[in-house]
């Protein structure tokens, strides 16, 4: 038997597809694995450790005075405690999340799609810098992919076949969509309009199909009322006197980079890479007709319609938008391109595909390597633990940097332009006034960015104590004193 027909035998049995996806699925969460045993964090991140450390009744508080729903909050509490109080607990969080949505490649989405189908989407979710970026990231975009991949499969079978199995798995997927981030709950809420679209359109047990998405429908709204008037609220207080220069452009940009670069390292050649893998797979897609083709147009359709409508309501009113926040999407541009390669004869065309993606995605993981294990947060403690005694108080002087408090929150600290109704950063209060620090016993640091100082909001002497690198800043400590 011949080489090639040796290969085709070998990847047309099912036990081998099998072990081929699951060494895939190995590989990709072997490589992931150690960006989550880390304990290095961005602003956001250091949001979510601090949120994890309130009680569930805190988060749900916490919440209603932000922009987020509480659910990933509750469950990366819960991975947080499990794994000893420690950062990684909530990296593995996503990790797991992850894990779960390339089960469903594997298994359903296979038998659905096929082997072919369910391979591209494994290697390619493996590459994707947008998954890259978020799948061990202490946030809730890996939960949010894959919770909304779990309603688009099944919302795709439900359109297809009516089974109880379905619908009540729908459901609970749904309702987890819609709690878990406000712009995944606008994705379900069109993947809703998609389905009551397809049961109307196929005259096929009709009604019993009506009476069961209306009833569905109704049970998720109903679950989801009572954040629908803090989700109402927030935005109204989000647009209270608040100007925005930025512009359309700003966001779409903030989107292709989202989804096809670094966010760390931007290159703008990276997303023309991958705008060339969609568009060659849309050819073939289209030049094949494939019975794949309106589906991917119902994805295009709602990734632009709730993009805009994000865009629209950023432009307008206030800022309340950025690419990540439909990441969820993901998974659903990777179905597009998987369709179009499924119809491609020519194998060289495929690996090129292949070769294209995975250029940038190992750029990508390298530049998360980096971040994941800089020396900078290190350097920061072992400052602090020599030098910042129980009497004294750390003043962080911007928005952004106030997270570190999470590292060493032995000490008071004060921050700055941080309102108190979402501020979850324990020992701390908002700084609004000199008198503050006359309570202090002990000395007073300042943490700010290294092209800042104290002199730029506060009246004072100081000196510069320690300086430290993390991530792409350079941060300063200073000691303050005779405050005037």
């Known amino acids: 038997m011949k080489l090639k027909e040796k290969l085709k035998s070998f990847v047309d049995d099912e036990k081998k597809q099998n072990i ?10 072997l490589l992931w694995l150690p960006l989550a045993l880390t304990k290095n964090l961005a602003y956001d991140q250091g949001y979510t450790v601090a949120m ?29 405690h499990v794994f000893f109080n420690h950062i990684f607990g909530i990296k593995i969080c996503s990790l797991v999340f992850m894990g779960f949505y390339f ?16 391979l591209t989407m494994i290697i390619l979710s493996g590459l994707l810098p947008t998954f890259l970026t ?38 609970i997927a749904s309702v987890f969509s819609t709690y878990i981030h406000t712009y995944t ?10 389905l009551a679209i397809a049961i109307i359109m196929n005259k096929e047990d009709r009604k019993r199909k009506i009476t069961w998405f209306l009833i569905n ?24 006197g608040v100007n925005t220069e930025y512009d359309s452009m700003y966001f779409v940009k903030d989107i292709l980079y989202e989804f096809f670069s670094s966010i760390t390292y931007q290159k703008g050649w990276q997303v023309w890479l991958w705008l060339a893998i969609i568009f060659i797979s849309l050819i073939f897609l289209l ?62 065309l495929y690996v090129v595909i292949f070769l ?15 971040y994941e294990y800089e020396k900078g947060i290190d350097d920061y403690l072992a400052y602090a633990e020599s030098n910042f005694k129980p009497d004294d108080a750390i003043l962080y002087a911007d928005l952004h940097n106030n997270y570190l408090s999470v590292y060493y929150d032995e000490n008071y600290s004060f921050i700055y332009a941080f309102e108190d109704d979402f501020n979850p950063f324990e020992n701390d209060e908002t700084f609004t006034a000199k008198e503050q620090l006359d309570k202090i016993a002990g000395d007073v640091y300042l943490i700010c960015f290294d092209n800042k100082n104290p002199g730029w909001f506060l009246e004072c002497d100081y000196d510069k104590v320690y300086g430290f690198h993390f991530l792409y800043y350079d941060f300063s400590i200073y000691r303050i004193y005779n405050v005037k």
């Open 217 to 240: 429908a109704a049970v998720v709204s109903l679950c989801y009322l009572p954040w629908l008037f803090s989700l109402v609220s927030q935005f109204g207080k989000k647009a209270e």
């Open 20 to 29: 081929i996806l699951y060494v895939c699925i190995a590989a990709i969460m």
């Open 103 to 118: 089960w469903l490649l594997a298994c359903p989405f296979k038998k659905e799609f096929g082997f072919r189908m369910s």
């Open 52 to 80: 994890v450390r309130h009680s569930f009744g805190d988060i749900i508080r916490l919440c209603s005075n932000d922009v987020h729903s509480p659910l990933y909050y509750f469950i990366a509490k819960i991975f947080y």
């Open 185 to 194: 709950m606008l994705c379900t809420v069109f993947i809703y309009l998609f």
């Open 356 to 370: 294209m993606a995975f250029v940038p995605g190992a750029l990508v993981y390298r530049d998360r390597v980096r």
């Open 134 to 171: 978020h799948n061990t990231e202490p946030r809730m975009y890996a939960m949010a992919i894959t919770s909304f991949s779990f309603v688009c499969f099944l919302g795709y079978k439900l359109a297809k076949e009516f089974k109880v199995s379905y619908a009540v798995w729908f459901f």
């Open 287 to 348: 030049v094949y007709k494939s019975k794949y083709t309106k589906y991917v147009s119902l994805t295009f359709i709602m990734f632009f319609a709730v993009s805009a409508i994000g865009i629209i309501l950023s432009v307008n009113n206030s800022p309340c938008f950025l690419g990540r926040y439909v990441s969820c999407v993901a998974p659903l541009i990777l179905f597009a391109i998987a369709a179009g390669l499924n119809e491609m004869k020519m194998k060289i």
